[in-house]
């Protein structure tokens, strides 16, 4: 029984026209070798599965092919093209930055790099995770970038072009590739199955490609580990979720409903399920914040907005899920869910603190936006300033005292020592002062209501910031 080999190298691209997403780079590349305008360095920055060394070793082929094509694509038949595809060509030396990284290893590329080639037309040295290198092997290595041999190609390949050396980056040509779209991903899966003859449904796929996060070879990873679970049966959704450890996208709407209708004890259902199932609780907050991603982009560009990596049925259902939302609850939903992504960790209970998330994800259908708060209170006030106000009723029928008799006046005098002389005092004329308007009891409570809204949604802002 012949070796088994894993998707990512059986399907790995073996000409220019077969790298997926990278068509600047690609067509740089082969003008270059048709022009003859090829630089001595070569540097291929990008993420992890998006082609930094498929490209080099294509690169590689194409200037040491035998038989070319018209198009200055590798034949893959000659002998150089089949030795470079196996890793046995003496011309292309394939030096891994992390196990060789020290100034002793950039030395010895140093004393071979004057050597002839032993069949093909160039020497060429490729460096996968140039950045591991340390600063002494780095700077062995300028000397050779800056006047190497005539027919000797370096190809640096690396994550993290940051931590690259400013004189080796200025030595080299830079190419950044792309995050490969999530769609060429899909198209390359099925393609994938139906050469496989396995059969499989678009959603398990598309949960697959938007797992891989812009990488092939991390989605090509995990069809494997799918194929290897089924039998030549159709692949589907809850299987791939299953297998993946993710909750369905179905859960994220069924919290959407819930929450609308005031059901929070959905939010212990969801949470139940996601660690009695073993699921990955930092990808299900993500798949959060996507998901109010997902909405927030519906509600500004519509359901047929390019930027949404979606199915027809998920469109429309992500459209019918966006009149349960306003703009400003979706803004206020992502920032708290990108702030929870880094708290979570540390949390000492990561189930209360899901639990904790997922209510307050729910309750914030019942909150009020400060903006309207403001409005409501301005609205009231300019009512309550423009209602006349009413006088006080003054009772006209004042009683005086009677006047007392002359016997009562002498009976006094008798009685009482004579009272001080007051002092002369100053008449001042007194205005009457208004009485303050009469607020409504129920006016009343409304306003005191929403000054206590008001004050929470305020406190929380200032905490925030």
Same mark, same amino acid.
């Given at each position: 029984?012949?070796?088994?080999?894993?998707?990512?190298?059986?399907?790995?691209?073996?000409?220019?026209?077969?790298?997926?997403?990278?068509?600047?780079?690609?067509?740089?590349?082969?003008?270059?070798?048709?022009?003859?305008?090829?630089?001595?360095?070569?540097?291929?920055?990008?993420?992890?599965?998006?082609?930094?060394?498929?490209?080099?070793?294509?690169?590689?082929?194409?200037?040491?092919?035998?038989?070319?094509?018209?198009?200055?694509?590798?034949?893959?038949?000659?002998?150089?093209?089949?030795?470079?595809?196996?890793?046995?060509?003496?011309?292309?030396?394939?030096?891994?930055?992390?196990?060789?990284?020290?100034?002793d290893?950039?030395?010895?590329?140093?004393?071979?790099?004057?050597?002839?080639?032993a069949?093909?037309?160039?020497?060429?040295?490729?460096?996968?995770?140039?950045?591991?290198?340390?600063?002494?092997?780095?700077?062995?290595?300028?000397?050779?970038?800056e006047?190497?041999?005539?027919?000797?190609?370096?190809?640096?390949?690396?994550?993290e072009?940051?931590?690259?050396?400013?004189?080796i980056?200025?030595?080299?040509?830079?190419?950044?590739?792309?995050?490969?779209?999530?769609?060429?991903?899909?198209?390359?899966?099925?393609?994938?199955?139906?050469?496989?003859?396995?059969?499989?449904e678009?959603?398990?796929?598309?949960?697959?490609?938007?797992?891989?996060?812009?990488?092939?070879?991390?989605?090509?990873?995990?069809?494997?580990?799918?194929?290897?679970?089924?039998?030549?049966?159709?692949?589907?959704?809850?299987?791939?979720?299953?297998?993946?450890?993710?909750?369905?996208?179905?859960?994220?709407?069924?919290?959407?409903?819930?929450?609308?209708?005031g059901?929070?004890?959905?939010?212990?259902?969801?949470?139940?399920?996601?660690?009695?199932?073993?699921?990955?609780? %930092?990808?299900?907050?993500?798949?959060?914040? &996507?998901?109010?991603?997902? =909405?927030?982009?519906? +509600?500004?560009?519509? $359901? *047929?907005?390019?930027?949404?990596?979606?199915?027809?049925?998920?469109?429309?259902?992500?459209?019918?899920?966006?009149?349960?939302?306003?703009?400003?609850?979706?803004?206020?939903?992502?920032?708290?869910?990108?702030?929870?992504?880094?708290?979570?960790?540390?949390?000492?209970?990561?189930?209360?603190a899901?639990?904790?998330?997922?209510?307050?994800?729910?309750?914030?259908?019942?909150?009020?936006?400060?903006?309207?708060?403001?409005?409501?209170?301005?609205?009231?006030?300019?009512?309550?300033?423009?209602?006349?106000?009413?006088?006080?009723?003054?009772?006209?029928?004042?009683?005086?005292?009677?006047?007392?008799?002359?016997?009562d006046l002498n009976?006094?005098?008798?009685?009482?020592?004579?009272?001080?002389?007051?002092?002369?005092? %100053?008449?001042?004329?007194?205005?009457?002062? &208004?009485?303050?308007?009469? =607020?409504?009891?129920? +006016?009343?409570?409304? $306003? *005191?209501?929403?000054?206590?809204?008001?004050?929470?949604?305020?406190?929380?802002?200032?905490?925030?910031?």
């Amino acid at each position: 029984m012949s070796e088994y080999q894993v998707l990512a190298r059986k399907y790995r691209p073996q000409t220019f026209k077969d790298v997926l997403g990278q068509v600047a780079i690609v067509t740089t590349l082969l003008n270059a070798i048709k022009h003859k305008r090829l630089a001595h360095a070569y540097l291929f920055c990008g993420s992890r599965g998006t082609g930094k060394t498929t490209l080099a070793r294509i690169f590689a082929k194409a200037l040491n092919c035998q038989n070319p094509t018209a198009d200055r694509e590798p034949c893959n038949t000659c002998r150089c093209c089949k030795e470079i595809t196996s890793g046995s060509s003496l011309d292309v030396l394939e030096i891994d930055g992390a196990s060789n990284r020290g100034i002793d290893d950039i030395r010895q590329i140093n004393e071979t790099v004057g050597y002839t080639t032993a069949s093909g037309n160039y020497k060429i040295y490729i460096i996968d995770e140039v950045h591991m290198l340390t600063k002494e092997a780095f700077n062995a290595l300028l000397k050779t970038l800056e006047e190497p041999p005539e027919k000797v190609i370096f190809f640096f390949a690396t994550t993290e072009p940051h931590k690259v050396l400013p004189t080796i980056l200025s030595r080299c040509q830079r190419f950044n590739l792309n995050r490969i779209p999530t769609d060429m991903i899909l198209h390359k899966l099925q393609h994938i199955c139906q050469d496989l003859e396995f059969t499989a449904e678009d959603e398990a796929l598309r949960i697959i490609a938007n797992r891989a996060e812009g990488g092939l070879r991390d989605a090509e990873s995990l069809l494997d580990q799918i194929l290897a679970y089924h039998d030549k049966e159709t692949i589907t959704t809850e299987s791939v979720a299953s297998i993946l450890g993710v909750m369905p996208r179905e859960t994220l709407f069924e919290l959407d409903r819930a929450g609308k209708e005031g059901r929070l004890s959905t939010a212990f259902d969801i949470a139940n399920r996601i660690f009695a199932e073993g699921k990955d609780l %930092i990808h299900f907050i993500e798949m959060l914040t &996507e998901h109010f991603r997902n =909405i927030l982009v519906i +509600k500004l560009s519509g $359901k *047929d907005a390019p930027t949404l990596s979606l199915s027809d049925s998920e469109r429309q259902q992500y459209a019918e899920t966006s009149t349960l939302y306003r703009q400003d609850q979706c803004l206020a939903l992502l920032d708290y869910l990108i702030e929870m992504q880094g708290q979570i960790r540390y949390a000492p209970s990561s189930r209360i603190a899901l639990e904790a998330i997922l209510l307050h994800i729910m309750r914030s259908h019942n909150r009020i936006p400060v903006d309207i708060l403001v409005r409501r209170l301005a609205d009231l006030s300019q009512k309550h300033d423009t209602t006349p106000a009413q006088s006080t009723p003054q009772n006209e029928n004042v009683t005086e005292d009677p006047t007392p008799s002359p016997a009562d006046l002498n009976r006094k005098k008798k009685t009482q020592p004579p009272p001080p002389k007051p002092p002369a005092a %100053i008449p001042v004329e007194s205005k009457p002062k &208004e009485a303050p308007p009469k =607020i409504c009891p129920e +006016k009343q409570r409304e $306003k *005191d209501t929403l000054l206590q809204f008001a004050a929470v949604e305020l406190e929380g802002t200032i905490q925030k910031h």
